[in-house]
């Protein structure tokens, strides 16, 4: 079949999903392109241009309403086109197989699951496929949920290819992502993996990991074809397991020599793995610290993590050379601007490099969602959920006006934390209405900071001397 994955041009990292999709697909003898556009006219056309068999979406609530509107169009003008949608929003929102636009869905990981499908989808048998559901005949053919692969190592590696040869901001940019396990073991209850940990419970490890040879071929693979100064892992937490860390390190020193990134988790840092993570070439981490209300942090969130935790380690990391980029919410169910501002005084206590912040979106099916539905923080309709997470708070406010204070916050947040002296005059910047003013300096900080501290940085000669030394 040719497969046509269509997806928002967003200048984001290539989605691993689609590529990892592609390249079973492909292993399978299917024709695969992606096509990148922000309207769904030129998407029409180049469905049209490539005589697509099959219109494939990976999709997030939020955008899904996007999407939908591109399968409609697609499909009217093209009515043999099957349209295919699978990520996060058919996975915990099967339903939406009941939109007219959509001919299957694919819940979870999708490298077996759409290869099957399309399979049975040429049969035209009714053939049962595990994690996907699809139309035949005015009839529906629902599987049940297929565990995810446990041997990460069977994958054939993702393809770049189909982002590469089409775009030359991927394939030219230094800085290339990886991934190196699968999942997460933690219960925040505003994140996705504690959901998919519920469904697979009993038919999955909650982290699959790759091993480090698997990995290493990978990078050197990559690094063959195309310009790369930088290994940017994107695995939602790199350091759970210490022994596969450990020897992952060792080979990256060794052998591959290049910088890299990764995210960590508090509690899990010490002295040790910080210099761990350093001699293996690690000059940035990206760590959750979230919220700066203890009661909000491990209460609401079930973060389970200390203020102690998080600031020691941001000190063992810094010792030796390595930066920390934060990530953190506000607009956080019951949190008042007192609350969201305390974050801010957190993250300069911590000295963070770069404090990023985004306004808490209750995802669908999360469990924060449904309990600030239950609670009355949140009015329901996750149709209205805004397509990104810098925008407004949707939560309903603790204290009157104190829904403009947090999004003004959010927008100064990082700017705060980099100059603390800011700090003092933040409750009367927060009562500005200037909200295109505060988004552009937002806009135009997050750009500066993220690449010049972590990426310009990785580049610089006295900043690799002082990780090496300090790792010793």
Not at 48 to 73: C, I, Q
Not at 133 to 146: A, D, E, F, N, T
Not at 171 to 197: D, W
Not at 382 to 408: C, H, K, W
Request: positive net charge; hydrophobic residues 40%; contains cysteine.
């Amino acid at each position: 079949m040719r497969v046509a994955f269509a997806s928002m041009s967003t200048g984001e990292v290539a989605s691993f999903g689609i590529m990892y999709v592609s390249a079973a697909l492909r292993s399978a003898g299917h024709d695969v392109i992606l096509i990148e556009e922000q309207r769904v006219e030129p998407v029409i056309h180049a469905l049209r241009r490539y005589g697509a068999n099959v219109l494939a979406l990976s999709v997030t609530t939020g955008l899904h309403r996007t999407y939908l509107t591109w399968a409609r169009a697609a499909k009217q003008a093209m009515p043999q086109l099957t349209t295919v949608m699978g990520g996060p929003h058919p996975t915990f929102f099967p339903e939406v197989l009941d939109h007219p636009a959509i001919d299957a869905i694919v819940r979870g990981e999708g490298e077996t699951t759409t290869t099957l499908l399309l399979e049975a989808l040429s049969v035209g048998d009714g053939r049962i496929v595990d994690g996907a559901s699809y139309k035949l005949r005015g009839q529906l053919v629902v599987g049940p949920l297929r565990p995810p692969e446990q041997e990460l190592d069977r994958l054939p590696f993702p393809d770049r290819d189909l982002y590469f040869g089409q775009s030359s901001f991927h394939r030219r940019f230094p800085v290339k992502p990886f991934l190196a396990s699968r999942g997460c073991p933690y219960r925040c209850t505003y994140c996705f993996n504690r959901t998919l940990n519920d469904m697979y419970r009993g038919h999955s490890r909650a982290v699959r990991v790759r091993s480090p040879a698997s990995v290493i071929r990978e990078i050197q693979s990559v690094r063959q074809r195309w310009p790369m100064k930088l290994v940017w892992f994107l695995d939602a937490n790199f350091v759970v397991s210490r022994a596969w860390v450990q020897e992952l390190c060792e080979l990256l020193a060794r052998e591959v020599k290049l910088p890299f990134y990764c995210k960590v988790r508090p509690n899990l840092v010490d002295a040790s793995l910080a210099r761990t993570l350093a001699l293996g070439g690690c000059t940035g981490v990206g760590m959750g610290i979230e919220c700066g209300d203890d009661n909000l942090r491990n209460g609401v969130l079930e973060r389970n993590i200390s203020r102690e935790m998080i600031l020691g380690a941001c000190r063992d990391l810094h010792d030796v050379g390595i930066g920390v980029m934060s990530f953190n919410m506000v607009g956080l169910p019951g949190e008042t601007y007192e609350m969201a501002r305390s974050t801010v005084d957190l993250n300069i206590e911590a000295g963070v490099e770069y404090a990023m912040a985004t306004v808490f979106q209750p995802y669908p099916r999360t469990v924060l969602a449904e309990r600030s539905v239950r609670d009355g923080h949140f009015h329901g309709d996750f149709d209205r959920l805004d397509t990104n997470y810098y925008s407004t708070v949707q939560m309903r406010e603790a204290v009157p006006g104190d829904r403009l204070r947090i999004e003004n916050l959010q927008r100064l947040f990082g700017i705060a934390v980099a100059f603390p002296l800011l700090r003092r005059h933040l409750d009367r910047l927060v009562e500005l209405r200037a909200p295109r003013f505060f988004t552009e300096l937002f806009k135009r900080h997050h750009r500066h900071s993220f690449y010049r501290e972590f990426y310009e940085r990785y580049h610089n000669p006295k900043l690799r001397a002082l990780r090496a030394t300090r790792a010793l």
